[in-house]
């Protein structure tokens, strides 16, 4: 837009009217356009090696309970999407070569094959437990009037699953008896993990009780899975 001035002697002969810059306002994830917006994600990719690992660190003390003040100021995706892909790689290659390791301990003569179905299984089971879940407990806390964040939710639940890598290669054990020891230790330390910190987070009464000993189920329930499926 060009605006023409009267000709005062000052050379001026018109002035040019700069456009306002745009501003773009990222769409919260809670709300339902911010859901569909893939720009509204890009914050929770906005971490550094540092704090993933002391994140990680910190999924390895279950009794502590503090880990949502721990990631309050920038609640992080990467580690979700980074130690569910690993999960899901770590659970299909040790369980094949965990089944060898069994089949050659018991009977050598027999041949052996690659189970293509185990990335299959880990995919859909990881996958769709650390989003699934976490989505699950968030509608039915926001249903019951409780302040929940599903970025936070994920975020918990995702690095509750770090527990599960090393205990992938412990389980290459070709001795029933201690897989069994190892599988059950690792659930409890990841359930108590989510257990504890969602208590913390809900700040519910005994009403939520009960929401709390459902998560610490579901959590023992997978590890009980890892250890049937790809273990047997």
Known sequence: MQIFPPNNGSGRGYQ???A?????????????KGVFN???????????????????ISSF???????????EANPDLYGLIWITTTLVFMLSCFGNF?????????DGTT???????????????????????????????QYLGSNASLIRFWCMWGYSLSIFMPTAFLLLIPVEFLRWIIILITGTASSCFVALNLRSYIEGG??????????????????IFIKVRFFP
């Open 16 to 18: 040019t009217l700069e």
């Open 20 to 32: 306002p810059a745009e501003s773009f306002e990222q769409q919260p994830p809670n709300n339902w």
């Open 206 to 223: 005994n009403d939520l009780t009960i929401i709390v000993i459902a998560a610490f189920l579901l959590q023992m329930a997978l590890s």
């Open 111 to 141: 041949t052996w094959s690659f189970d293509v179905g185990y990335v299959n299984v880990a995919a859909s089971g990881i996958y769709g437990y650390a989003i699934a879940v976490p989505m699950a407990f968030y509608f039915l806390l």
């Open 61 to 71: 003390h279950p009794t502590a309970g503090d880990f949502f003040n721990k990631i």
């Open 38 to 56: 893939i720009s509204s994600y890009t914050q929770y990719f906005n971490v550094d090696t540092d704090v993933v690992i002391n994140r990680v």
């Open 98 to 106: 965990a089944t060898y390791l069994m089949q050659k301990h018991t």
